[in-house]
């Protein structure tokens, strides 16, 4: 099993050469880590998502090329996870508590999820999930779902409504 994140596909690439062999030799799997923001987007954080977004396909095409081997290769998209980045993260704001608790509140869970609970959907997907190949397992305690307040039109920006 190999789990990625965020890297570029050329490195991507150059690693998988080397490891793919092993893979199709052991019908191994492959688990690269996204995020929710391939999905809703994000404000100001273009080079993040869009490299969410490549992984997520580099993960489809890959399912798509490595089937004939056996080789299965899905992908996790967790939502805010309680790590020491997002905690360092958080204390840089002007109010950490209400930033802190800004993120618990945008899953309908309302909390953040740990790194333990990624840690088991990833074991899910290598051990169990066995029908699984091309798939993107959601861990993001439902902030995703719903409707809520998006509008950032500035007034008379030149709308016609």
């Not at 953040?112 to 990624?118: D, L, N, Q, V």
Request: charged share 15%; aromatic share 8%; net charge positive.
């Amino acid at each position: 099993m190999l789990v990625y994140s965020s890297f570029i596909s050329i490195y991507l690439s150059f690693h998988l050469q080397y490891a793919l062999p092993y893979l199709r030799k052991t019908k191994g799997n492959i688990i690269n880590l996204s995020s929710i923001a391939h999905i809703v987007g994000g404000g100001h954080e273009l080079p993040y998502t869009s490299s969410k977004g490549a992984i997520r396909a580099m993960t489809k095409s890959l399912a798509i090329d490595e089937s004939k081997y056996c080789v299965r290769v899905n992908s996790i998209s967790p939502g805010h996870i309680w790590t020491p980045m997002q905690e360092w993260f958080r204390n840089k704001q002007p109010d950490p508590e209400a930033a802190i608790q800004e993120s618990k509140d945008s899953q309908l869970m309302g909390r953040m999820g740990t790194p333990a609970e990624i840690a088991k959907a990833a074991l899910f997907l290598a051990a169990d999930a066995t029908f699984c190949t091309g798939c993107d397992l959601v861990a993001s305690g439902g902030a995703e779902l719903g409707f809520g307040h998006k509008s950032q039109v500035i007034p008379r920006c030149g709308s016609k409504n």
